[in-house]
């Protein structure tokens, strides 16, 4: 059984739509491929970035005034 698409309009700056195209036919896959799978993997590393704040919920919060003393005290700026 064949996935169901869903169609959607989508504007590229032209010369992204320039690249897109010339990757497409590249590497002998459609647009809609290669915008699939950007896509797929953009929400898989935000899926990633909330597992991690999930998992960093209890630490303590460090300002950035303490964070750039640490620094300077250990001699990285």
Do not use: C, W
Request: net charge negative; hydrophobic share 35%.
């Amino acid at each position: 059984m064949a996935t169901q698409m869903k169609r959607a309009t989508i504007y590229f700056d032209p010369e992204l739509h320039k690249a897109l195209k010339l990757k497409a036919l590249e590497t002998s896959r459609s647009i809609t491929d290669l915008v699939n799978q950007s896509v797929r993997e953009s929400l898989s590393e935000d899926a990633e970035d909330l597992t991690v704040f999930e998992e960093r919920k209890d630490e303590a919060l460090v300002s950035y005034d303490k964070m750039l003393k640490k620094l300077q005290k250990n001699g990285t700026i």
